[in-house]
């Protein structure tokens, strides 16, 4: 069978928008479903408050789309389903990330704007991306930045909207954002600042706006940061023998234990009381040593110098 691939697409030209999402009208709907669909998610409870409070809020944006919300205060979870009003098969996968945000502390009147076109959502599990937890809470930082300034920036060259709580980061934008977003994410929990990605996002944008470029290669206009290799490598504090032994097929005797110490001197056979007194003569005999050798530089102090040490040459002068 001949290839088909490299056929010309007269319909495929270069001023489509391929990223673009259609709207869904109700018009164009079949008729009711067949099934009904259903996602429950379960949310902590110091969200029970809040989910509370702006719970009509929730269920007002989703009756538009005719999908039905129940919170079950009881167990903790938010669960919505289709229904006979139904008229976008994808309003109920929109619904499903709905709940998901709002149990990721993501704010009610920002969560609803999911349910628009064009919208997506991308939550980012980050905790098992670093071990460490004090390096794992030093990264997160480096996402939010100082006073919010790093994720501020990210928003707005992005055109999103982040959330970093917990082990998780929520993201909510356009396709295009929440790629370059998670990029971002995962190059910062792997030691890579975020300051080279933004850098390289400004340029970006500043190359889009001229026409003059769309077509060529913009990797020579990009920043090219390179891994830095320490020059001076740590030296050790113990500096081991490396200088070349004579060859010997025997391996290198055993280093002696402690018990084997004791063999020798005799303490091993010794009793337990023998063992003390021992031990309190050595401490004695230690004791005696250092008494003595502070007794010898106080006694230095006292030493009286050499009488000729003191008297200074006299120059000799000349009379004419």
């Not at 110091?46 to 129940?70: C, F, M, N, Q």
Request: hydrophobic share 30%; aromatic share 8%.
């Amino acid at each position: 069978m001949p290839s088909t691939h490299k056929r010309e697409k007269p319909w495929d030209t270069d001023d489509i928008d391929k990223w673009k999402v259609e709207p869904f009208n109700k018009e164009e709907s079949s008729g009711p479903f067949l099934e009904e669909s259903s996602f429950m998610t379960l949310f902590p409870k110091y969200r029970e408050r809040y989910l509370k409070d702006s719970w009509p809020l929730v269920t007002k944006a989703l009756d538009k789309h005719g999908i039905s919300a129940t919170l079950d205060l009881v167990e903790g979870s938010m669960t919505v389903k289709t229904t006979r009003k139904t008229f976008d098969p994808a309003a109920i996968l929109n619904a499903r990330d709905l709940v998901k945000l709002l149990a990721r502390s993501v704010p009610a009147p920002q969560a609803i704007k999911i349910l628009e076109d064009g919208m997506a959502c991308d939550i980012i599990k980050i905790r098992s991306m670093v071990r460490n937890k004090e390096r794992f809470v030093k990264r997160r930082q480096r996402i939010l930045g100082q006073n919010g300034t790093t994720l501020k920036a990210l928003e707005l060259l992005t055109q999103t909207y982040i959330l970093v709580h917990g082990n998780t980061v929520s993201v909510m934008g356009p396709y295009k954002g929440l790629k370059e977003v998670r990029r971002v994410v995962e190059d910062t929990m792997q030691n890579v600042h975020p300051i080279y990605m933004i850098k390289e996002l400004m340029i970006k944008r500043e190359l889009a706006k001229d026409p003059a470029l769309a077509h060529e290669d913009w990797s020579r206009y990009l920043p090219n940061f390179k891994k830095r290799t320490l020059s001076k490598r740590r030296t050790p504090y113990k500096v081991s023998d490396k200088s070349k032994k004579p060859y010997t097929p025997f391996p290198p005797a055993p280093e002696k234990s402690k018990v084997d110490m004791q063999i020798e001197s005799g303490e091993y056979f010794l009793g337990k009381q023998a063992k003390q007194r021992a031990a309190e003569e050595e401490r004695a005999e230690k004791a005696k040593q250092k008494k003595e050798e502070k007794k010898r530089e106080r006694e230095r102090e006292f030493v009286p110098p050499e009488e000729g040490a003191g008297k200074s040459k006299k120059r000799k002068t000349t009379h004419d």
